[in-house]
């Protein structure tokens, strides 16, 4: 195996309409394309919380707050540039991938991942792409999956199903997976956004209808794709099997406000905060460089059990965290958080077979 550290990409997002008429501060700037610095705001100077200018390095700052001179714009093509496209190398070339958005509700996550109606984000870049790839390969079966669930108070929920709650078990290998999920095959990009948006819709059904939040639960996207190809340099056949994860997390703010929740509401605060807070250990146990006796909290939550390859183990990880320019506080934490996962090397290996 080699190591790969997890890249980390931040992305600031634009003032929405609402915010604009205020005309708010901005608190972000990117200096050079590496490099977000972070100050407090009138505000916090005027309630003499006065902190300092913070800089903060990660592998790619993408400025899409406005259109200015001395910093490029990063529209939905440079995410796809900056990130996918890396991935789906990695995925044609048997490794497993994954992308994970991070940041504070309203940040811009979906709208990275999934796109507007007016413009595709990643995930829909990447899957045309991605058969547009494998359509070039000629003389090689491939077969390519997808399954679509969501993380909800720490039950699992196959949004290409029928809406019930799944079991997640592990293999005699220690693998998580999900019992009984849905897993379709595609054999084309339309295919596969027609079944991504079914189990959108299938969401925001359940957000109506069972009072779901959608901004407190993680959905994970797995694109699984099998190619059987000769292998030139072995002259001999060989067969690949990786997947892609593309994940979209939950709002990352703290969901419990110290006054006037009920006790329901504060219940699932907790019970959301577990997927997130475990995943906020297992970064940390693993930025500090573990050993082999350091025990990794996987287990403690469904979200690190079913990401536990592609947090510290055979997988090809990015993260984007998606800030928004004027809440200081959970661009702090977002950035901090980002700085820690930046740290943390994967072991990786290509899934290959080879048949001779
Ligand atoms: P999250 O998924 O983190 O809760 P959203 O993706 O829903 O946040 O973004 C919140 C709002 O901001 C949406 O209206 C979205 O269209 C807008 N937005 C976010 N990022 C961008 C961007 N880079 N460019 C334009 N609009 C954006």
């Given amino acids: 195996p080699h190591e790969h550290s997890i890249k980390v990409v931040v992305r600031v997002r634009p003032l929405l309409e609402r915010e604009l008429e205020k005309s708010p501060e901005c608190l972000v700037d990117i200096d050079t394309d590496k490099s977000i610095v972070l100050r407090p705001g009138g505000d ?7 902190r300092e200018a913070q800089r903060f390095m990660f592998s790619k700052c993408l400025w899409s707050y406005d259109r200015r001179a001395n910093v490029p714009y990063a529209d939905q093509n440079t995410v796809f540039t900056e990130v996918g496209l890396e991935m789906l190398e990695n995925t044609l070339n048997g490794y497993n991938s994954c992308v994970i958005a991070y940041g504070q509700t309203g940040s811009g996550k979906t709208y990275t991942m999934m796109g ?26 491939i077969q390519v999956k997808v399954s679509f669930i969501e993380i909800y108070q720490e039950n699992v929920f196959d949004l290409l199903g029928r809406g019930n709650k799944l079991r997640v078990r592990e293999n005699s290998e220690r693998v998580a997976f999900i019992e009984n999920l849905n897993e379709y095959n595609v054999s084309d990009s339309q295919e596969t956004m027609r079944l991504l948006n079914k189990g959108l819709e299938n969401r925001t059904t359940a957000e109506t209808h069972l009072n779901k939040q959608s901004s407190r639960s993680h959905s994970i996207l797995t694109v699984t794709v099998s190619q059987e190809k000769f292998d030139p340099a072995t002259g001999s056949l060989v067969k690949l099997k990786s997947n892609l994860k593309l994940v979209d997390l939950a ?21 959301i905060n577990k997927s997130l807070v475990t995943l906020g250990r297992v ?14 909290p996987y287990r403690d939550s469904i979200l690190t059990w079913l990401l536990k390859d592609n947090i510290g183990g055979n997988s090809k990880t990015s993260m984007i965290a998606c800030v928004s320019p004027i809440d200081y506080d959970e661009t702090l934490s977002t950035l901090r958080f980002a700085t820690t996962t930046s740290k943390i090397e994967n072991q990786v290996l290509i899934n290959k077979e080879s048949q001779f």
């Fill in 44 to 50: 916090l100077l005027k309630a003499r919380k006065y």
């Fill in 116 to 141: 507007s109606d007016e413009e595709d984000g990643l995930i829909p870049m990447v899957c045309r792409q991605l058969f547009k790839r494998l359509n070039q390969q000629v003389d090689s079966k």
């Fill in 251 to 271: 709002g990352s703010e703290k969901f419990v406000a110290s006054d006037g929740l009920d006790k329901i509401r504060q219940q699932e605060g907790s019970r």
């Fill in 283 to 296: 970064l940390t146990i693993l930025s500090e460089k573990p050993n082999q006796k350091t025990v990794v």
